[in-house]
């Protein structure tokens, strides 16, 4: 019984202003089939991360696909800076989604993927014309986030819209500095220790990898049957 007594009271004490971190935190209308469905599609960022960039560098480990990463990453920052810099609350709705103790503008997930989806349309565009039907696909999904988090009540329109801006072009400005700049430094980088340790490629110089990759395994395959 004390030991319970004693929990009530450090419970009571507790202050109420403390916060969760969680990765999946996203409240829609119970009952509500297109609130569910744009509850997932919010969570894009969170699938990307981890899912894309994450199997990206364990299975890839290209120069380009990490500056890609670290681009999302830098954004994410400046988000921040600019969400605390204009302390521009969310909507009144927020009280219920628990979601009023952190800046609404820009919209975080708006910038992330009109980031990503700028970003891979250039990348793709590059390539070859097999390749070039990426850079329609990340599109509809970026628009279906950023109408999720307005249809969810977390973000007004212009919140939305202005972080849809700034991931447009600083995803722009991201790629330009990546392959006119940091390009440069992929050589250098890829013979490095580290590099050759962790085994980091640059493929940014085949226009077609997949054939490329492809071709190079069916030689490698016939070799070792003739071996």
């Keep these: 019984m004390s030991g319970a007594t ?3 009271e450090m419970a009571a004490s507790v202050p109420p202003s403390l916060k969760a971190i969680t990765l999946t935190h996203v409240r829609y209308r119970r009952g509500d089939p297109l ?28 120069l380009q696909g990490l500056c890609f990463a670290a ?13 605390h810099s204009v302390a521009q609350s969310r909507p009144a709705y927020c009280e219920l989604l628990e979601a009023c103790d952190s800046h609404g503008w820009p919209s975080s997930h ?39 988090r307005v249809y969810l009540g977390y973000h007004t329109v212009a919140q939305v819209f202005a972080g849809a ?16 700049m940091l390009v440069n430094y992929f050589p250098m980088i890829e013979e490095s220790a580290i590099g050759r340790w962790l085994y980091i490629k640059d493929t940014s110089h085949i226009p077609d990898v997949l054939k490329f990759e492809y071709d190079n395994a069916r030689a490698a395959r016939k070799k070792v049957s003739t071996d």
Excluded: C
């Design 165 to 180: 801006v700034v991931g447009l072009v600083f995803g722009a400005i991201w790629y330009w500095i990546v392959n006119t």
């Design 110 to 148: 708006s910038q992330y993927v009109f980031f990503f989806a700028t970003y891979l349309s250039l990348l793709s565009l590059r390539r070859s014309r097999a390749r070039q039907v990426m850079a329609a696909l990340p599109w509809p999904l970026a628009f279906l986030t950023m109408l999720s």
């Design 35 to 62: 609130g569910l469905f744009l509850a997932w599609v919010s969570l894009v960022p969170v699938f990307i991360s981890l899912g894309g960039f994450v199997s990206h560098f364990l299975f890839r480990r290209e």
């Design 71 to 83: 681009g999302l990453l830098v954004s994410q920052v400046l988000n921040e800076i600019i969400k």
């Design 6 to 8: 004693d929990y009530q």
